[in-house]
């Protein structure tokens, strides 16, 4: 099978039912649990009355169990218990590093298994989600890149690490539902209380930067951001959520065009030659297409730049010419940027060493000296491998041999 609408032709599984022979409804549009209502007997009318409600316990309570939700009738509850469930990926495994970051190993329906990481910090707390298992790209700095794509993670897949972090960080709101009046069972639902706002959350941010390049599973990750910005769910705003890129450039305009979040590139070299070793994909998008679509991205301003993501890898893309290229080539394209220096988090068997602290400083120092920010990002969760690049499903150890071949597939699959 390949992956629908797609450019780039790469493989991929297909996901089955959770539930047996039940339907999940996390990761449907609203009319499309709407649509499973009516296949299974109701009218339209009530299935739209339905829909909205489950909807909004869904994903505004955070409720799993349809005799929870206490607007509909007591006898429909078993018959919506029968044929539907709302599901969560299980739990594998749950660590927390010495600095907070949390980490899950996560199992789908199929038992395969993804990453999510959740780093709070004193004004926010964000979670970086997978969109993939595995990655169909080979970048050489990264751990996931190492493994190959096992399959791309549904809509419901992706929505759902969001609602299983709401669940872990216990930030359901526990007033009565916006819009559906005062619940009488509750003592504590006074007009403030029926009013949920976002104040006070710990998860505020989402970013797409776990596992997987989410612009090769563009029609499932689009269906979970639509779902995360809802306005009557989990409603985090598209300036909230970041997508971040290895630099898939034909669906770049898209991504901006029709989910609209804050994009993120993964630039880290300024020639083709060092850029094409390590982010292989530059073979076949070059640095001037991506910083040209990064020119044409939609929506991007100097309210809301593009953030250019650099690993600092030593002695590869580290000079103080590496960090003059970089301003030349944003002034160049004249495009509204932050640079975020990434240095690199280290995983076994990685053919890079971490620039040093002080080369670190003074490329970050001469890309301000320009007018640019380039804040250093602080590795988070690096005890726990939670930090960026370090994400693995699989617990195999694949031979340096090994290692190469998934290489080389991975990049005659993209021609
Ligand atoms: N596939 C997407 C998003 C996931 S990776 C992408 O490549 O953009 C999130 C960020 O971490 C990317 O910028 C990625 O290049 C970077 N990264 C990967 N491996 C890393 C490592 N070992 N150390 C530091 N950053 C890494
Ligand atoms: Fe895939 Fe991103 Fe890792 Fe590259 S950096 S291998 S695109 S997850």
């Given amino acids: 099978m390949q992956i629908p609408g797609h450019i780039d032709p790469v493989t991929t ?7 047996g022979n039940r339907i999940d409804l996390v990761g449907l549009t609203r009319d499309a649990i709407g649509g499973v209502l ?28 349809f005799e929870a939700m206490t607007d509909i009738a007591k006898a429909m509850r078993p018959w919506l ?9 299980t739990v594998r495994e749950a660590q ?12 789908a329906a199929d038992g395969q298994e993804y990453e999510m990481v959740f780093i709070p910090d004193a004004d926010r707390g964000t979670l970086c989600v997978s969109s993939q298992v595995g990655c169909t790209l080979n970048c ?32 359901w709101p526990k007033g009565t539902m916006a819009g559906f009046g005062p619940d009488p069972e509750d003592d504590d639902a006074d007009e403030e209380g029926s009013h949920y706002t976002a104040d006070g959350r710990m998860l505020t941010n989402i970013v797409m930067m776990g596992m997987g390049e989410p612009l090769y599973n563009f029609d499932e990750v689009k269906g979970a951001l639509k779902i995360v910005m809802d306005g009557d769910g989990l409603a985090l705003s598209k300036r909230r959520i970041t997508l971040s890129t290895s630099g898939v450039v034909p669906m770049m305009a898209r991504a901006g065009e029709e989910i609209g979040v804050n994009l993120a590139v993964s630039l880290h070299a300024v020639s083709k030659e060092v850029r094409d070793e390590i982010v292989p994909l530059n073979r076949k998008y070059g ?4 910083l040209a679509a990064c020119a044409a991205y939609p929506g991007a301003n100097n309210a809301r730049r593009i953030t250019f993501e650099y690993v600092m890898l030593k002695d590869k893309n580290d000079s103080d010419d590496d960090a003059r290229e970089l301003v030349r080539l944003i002034k160049h394209y004249n495009l509204p940027a932050k640079v975020n220096l990434i240095p690199f988090n280290p995983w076994p068997g990685a053919p890079y060493e971490c620039s040093s602290p002080e080369r670190v400083r003074a490329f970050s120092s001469l890309i301000f000296k320009s007018g640019i920010s380039a804040p250093v990002r ?32 991975k990049q005659a699959a993209l021609g």
């Fill in 13 to 19: 599984g297909t996901v089955p039912l959770r539930g």
């Fill in 38 to 65: 009516v296949e299974a007997g109701l009218d339209a009318k009530a299935a739209k009355l339905r829909a909205k409600q489950i909807w909004h316990w869904i994903y505004h309570r955070g409720v799993t169990d």
């Fill in 81 to 89: 218990t029968d044929r539907f469930i709302i599901g969560r990926p």
């Fill in 96 to 107: 927390v590093s010495n600095d907070g970051t949390r980490k899950w190993l996560l199992a």
């Fill in 140 to 171: 050489r700095f990264c751990h996931t890149g190492t493994m190959r794509l096992v399959r791309n993670l549904a809509a419901g897949e992706i929505v759902g690490q969001v609602l299983l972090a709401r669940d872990a960080l216990g930030e």
């Fill in 287 to 290: 640095i001037e297409e991506l």
């Fill in 378 to 409: 602080t590795p988070r969760g690096r005890d726990i491998m939670a930090a960026c690049g370090q994400l693995k499903s699989a617990a195999t150890k694949p031979t340096r041999a090994e290692l190469d071949r998934i290489a080389e597939e």
